[in-house]
């Protein structure tokens, strides 16, 4: 029928798993279009930071995590297809275009643009030289390293003012650094920052620099209408923390040279989403537009979809080639608002309805048999450790738990993931294995006991090539989103080589560790015994610094 792998080929391929990428991917699968939706980072988005979204119409108060989680259900409900990858790059002289990932290229004829944007940087000295020492730009991931410390932030909207908030929870003291006169974020919001009493707030006021040893010791900052300079350094050799929320640049790196940008970077459009190049629609924060709220996302993303309908169905006609239908579930998903799913007994306990269903689709693509091998120390969290393990092991007889007798040491406890025989996977965490690491770990028994995650030739070729050994000690969060990417594809070098072992560790339960390396900010890693790197890698990113 045609020239191309018709797996691997669809109607429309979505980049970009946030509202506004998670709507069209919604409507374009209701309308029986094959679509898949591609996310390198976190599926929901940036609003995923968002604690509660009061605004949203015909939703009670909720979570940016519960309301775009049900998004991309009712969007899997309809047969949209999901891949969390990096998008590479796009060809799309032709008909069919092609869109290659660090997993793999896929085929389409539409594509929608839902990329969004992501933390802007100011440029303040000091700033990126800190980064990860001190300066971080997500208080969800990083705020807990700064309990009992003072902590500044910069900026004025929104994000700022909510975080500032939410900063509070761990700080001593907030103090907001605001270079225009006032918040310009809605006055509610505004308002309930203003009235917290742990929260200082100078106005016209930007920050010079940033500097200090391996983590920060200072910080000045100048009041742009009195000329007034203020160095802050805390007593006694303290550390503090910087958190910068000064807007998102828009990602449109991806259609430079192939859509028309705006001189801002973001992506120009007509009223039906619709980009200069046919074929090729764009959605949310990444367009021009006076109001950036998950609303406005929903609007574009449906609304390109809808024009997509359109396009799709002439390329059918003209080409001849038309995608196989997507596979509606049986079932749609409770809505957020819905009694959790009943447990299925106690031992599962510890897993939701969403979590076993999970559970089960990994362990029946398991080969081979596993061993979890639990090192537990004298902490209360060895226990919490072992009946996570032991709970797992009881979901299927390809795991079982070999447990050793507590000991007092800085590395446990941990579980190694072992083969039947006892030869090690190179997969090992230190803590207990929940939050946003759970599907990591899962995906790291899968990666173990099986064919795994499919990785481009290039990368298994590199893989092939490491000849000496090497070892990454990954630091992490459980309330990090960005941390289980790094983690995955660590473990799924480590899996591939035997030469590549990975530690990955909680630093809420090794703070040694996090002085060690003076970690504020995660993910970290380090290679060997070299310097601490911040920030998500996947398998490409890692293999090059390796």
């Not at 000091?126 to 902590?151: L, Q, W």
């Not at 230190?430 to 939050?435: A, E, I, K, S």
């Amino acid at each position: 029928m045609s020239e191309y792998n018709m797996k691997d080929f669809y109607d429309v391929i979505v980049i970009g798993g946030g509202p506004a990428g998670l709507t069209a991917g919604l409507y374009l699968a209701r309308a029986c279009y094959r679509v898949l939706i591609v996310e390198k980072e976190k599926w929901g988005g940036q609003i995923t930071i968002t604690s509660e979204v009061v605004n949203y119409p015909g939703s009670a108060p909720v979570s940016g995590t519960q309301l775009t989680e049900q998004m991309r259900k009712q969007a899997e409900h309809f047969g949209a297809e999901f891949l969390m990858a990096e998008v590479t790059s796009l060809d799309t002289a032709d008909d069919v275009r092609t869109v290659h990932t660090n997993k793999g290229d896929f085929h389409c004829f539409g594509l929608v643009l839902a990329t969004g944007a992501h933390p802007r940087m100011i440029g303040f000295k000091g700033e990126a030289e800190y980064k990860g020492h001190g300066v971080a730009y997500c208080a969800t991931c990083d705020g807990e390293f700064f309990t009992g410390k003072e902590v500044f932030v910069v900026g004025g909207g929104f994000a700022a003012a909510e975080e500032s908030v939410f900063l509070t929870k761990y700080a001593s003291h907030v103090t907001m650094l605001i270079r225009e006169p006032d918040f310009t974020c809605a006055k509610a919001v505004a308002d309930e920052t203003k009235a917290n009493e742990h929260i200082s707030i100078h106005y016209n006021t930007e920050v010079v620099e940033v500097s200090g040893d391996s983590i920060l010791r200072k910080i000045v900052y100048k009041n742009n209408e009195t000329g007034e300079v203020t160095t802050f350094s805390p007593e006694g050799g303290d550390t503090f923390g910087v958190f910068v929320f000064a807007g998102y640049a828009p990602s449109t790196e991806l259609v430079k040279g192939i859509a028309e940008i705006n001189e801002q970077g973001y992506i120009v459009t007509d009223r039906s989403q619709k980009t200069s190049l046919d074929g090729l629609y764009a959605a949310g924060d990444v367009c021009i537009k006076p109001l950036r709220q998950v609303v406005t996302a929903t609007g574009d993303g449906a609304l390109a979809a809808t024009e997509l309908e359109k396009y799709v169905s002439q390329m059918h006609k003209k080409t001849g080639i038309v995608p196989e239908q997507p596979v509606k579930r049986s079932e749609m998903h409770a809505p957020v608002d819905a009694a959790p799913a009943e447990k299925t007994a106690d031992k599962n306990e510890l897993f939701s309805g969403d979590m076993l269903a999970q559970l089960h689709t990994v362990f029946d693509k398991l080969e081979e048999p596993l061993v979890l091998h639990v090192f537990p120390d004298t902490r209360a969290v060895s226990e919490e450790l072992a009946g996570y393990m032991d709970s797992l092991a009881e979901l299927t007889d390809k795991l079982s738990v070999t447990k050793e007798a507590p000991a007092d040491d800085p590395e446990r406890p941990f579980v190694r993931v072992e083969k039947k025989d006892g030869a090690p996977t190179g997969v090992t965490f230190h803590g207990v294995p929940g939050g946003h690491e759970f599907t990591s770990f899962v995906l790291g028994l899968y990666n173990s006991g099986s064919a795994g995650q499919r990785i481009t030739d290039e990368a298994r070729a590199k893989i092939a090539a490491i000849d000496k050994d090497t070892h990454l000690t990954i630091c992490v969060s459980l309330t990090c989103t960005m941390c289980p990417e790094l983690v995955t594809s660590a473990q799924r070098i480590a899996t591939l080589s035997e030469h590549v072992t990975t530690d990955v560790y909680d630093l809420n339960h090794f703070p040694a560790l996090r002085e060690r390396y003076n970690v504020m900010s995660v993910p970290c890693f380090v290679i060997n015994d070299g310097a601490p790197m911040f920030g998500k890698k996947d398998v490409d990113e890692l293999l090059t610094l390796i």
